[in-house]
């Protein structure tokens, strides 16, 4: 496994993350983890190297979407005042105008 797979994994978990809710992780680390058994066994690789590639890239889709979810909970952090009347401030500033 490369690095670019370990990076697209991650983004993947990140899409994950920001789209779906958590039971959409299951199905995502297992379909890594499979792509990353016929890419081993595809390339003739030894046993322990095949169940370290499946590994890294399961850890990398359930870091990605950890990732995913800070963003989507800090971008609702953000927008929730504006949209959400929570700041007098920017209400009175939208009245005005």
Do not use: C, D, K
């Not at 990076?7 to 992780?25: M, P």
């Not at 003739?44 to 190297?49: D, G, K, T, V, Y």
């Not at 800070?70 to 971008?75: C, D, M, S, T, V």
């Amino acid at each position: 496994m490369g690095l670019g797979t370990i990076i697209i994994s991650t983004l993947a978990g990140i899409a994950l993350g920001l789209r779906h809710n958590v039971l959409i992780v299951l199905p995502g680390v297992f379909l890594a983890m499979l792509f990353a058994m016929m890419v081993g066994i595809a390339r003739a690789e030894h046993f322990w190297s095949i169940i370290l590639g499946m590994v890294i890239l399961g850890i990398a889709i359930q870091f990605g979407y950890l990732v995913g979810i800070a963003i989507r909970a800090i971008a609702g952090s953000i927008r929730a005042p504006m949209t959400g009347g929570r700041n007098p401030e920017l209400n009175s500033e939208i009245g005005r105008i």
